[in-house]
């Protein structure tokens, strides 16, 4: 007779439910909302952030024994925990009023989230572990990648641009100070609301169902790839290219640091430098 460890496929079931409720969100709701109320710029996205950081905070507390099979540790969980509230502060800086704006109450419960994880894992016991220096190598690989992934496309579409418009150059300082916004807005923006979905959690779940990490390296750039169909018709490039790359390389950093802080600086980078290309553009009509 097989005994079943009915605590443990109990614990399973919860985590894939919260797992397809993410996916949920990130597909058929934010594709959804792309494509049937492309004038509502706010609601939707203001759903989708604040359930997305609701279920991620929630896993977290509930894998809070076995983080690192979830490719989890300390330096992600503060990247977490600060960066998607610091993401109201940012818009509020900008002057961008949307419901996630800070003081705004839907913003504040980014923060009420944020609190309620650090303190319900402090009573439950849990202890972050100390930081080994791989991962800060690690770290600071995954932003090297970013950034040079964003330099060479921004490269080119300068140089194509300034053969045809020859536009006057932007100021070095104007780049800094809209990249480094750009990219601690995008930490909380894109890389706390994808890589834990993405790169931690689907990851460690397939691995404990015994998939073969190969496969869930393909797996998971798949899924991410189908999460970006928005672009499809207009950013085909984007779509077929850079998107399916990008999960295969996010996912390669996840796979052999075995943490998702890596991928997820490499995320902010790349995706700051599309407020370059903004800036360039936005730059030659002034």
Do not use: C
């Not at 020859?166 to 930490?187: M, R």
């Amino acid at each position: 007779m097989v005994e079943y460890n009915w605590e443990n496929i109990f614990h399973r079931r919860i985590g894939w439910l919260a797992i397809a409720m993410l996916l949920f969100l990130r597909i058929p709701f934010t594709i959804a909302i792309t494509y049937m109320f492309p004038s509502d710029r706010y609601t939707g996205p203001a759903i989708y952030h604040v359930g997305t950081y609701l279920l991620t905070a929630f896993l977290i507390w509930w894998e809070r024994n076995d983080l690192a099979i979830v490719h989890l540790e300390t330096l992600t969980l503060v990247i977490i925990v600060l960066l998607k509230p610091i993401q109201t502060l940012v818009l509020k800086s900008l002057r961008i009023e949307t419901p996630l704006t800070f003081p705004h109450p839907v913003g504040l419960l980014l923060w009420v989230i944020a609190i309620g994880l650090v303190i319900t894992l402090w009573i439950s016991g849990y202890r972050p572990p100390k930081v080994e220096m791989k991962t800060w190598n690690w770290l600071a690989f995954g932003l090297f990648i970013g950034i040079g992934l964003s330099a060479l496309e921004n490269y080119n579409v300068f140089q194509a641009d300034a053969m045809v418009n020859s536009p006057s150059p932007v100021s070095l300082s104007s780049i800094a100070a809209s990249t480094g916004t750009a990219f601690l807005y995008q930490l909380g923006f894109a890389s706390v609301s994808e890589e834990p979905l993405f790169r931690g959690f689907l990851w460690g779940y397939l691995r404990r169902s015994g998939w073969k990490e190969g496969w869930i390296w393909l797996a998971q750039a798949a899924v991410f790839m189908s999460a970006h169909l928005y672009f499809r018709d207009a950013l085909p490039f984007e779509f077929w290219v850079v998107v399916p790359l990008a999960g295969l390389i996010l996912g390669f950093l996840a796979w052999r640091s075995r943490s998702i802080a890596p991928g997820m600086m490499a995320h902010a980078a790349y995706n700051a430098g599309a407020y370059l290309i903004l800036l360039r553009f936005l730059d030659s009509f002034q």
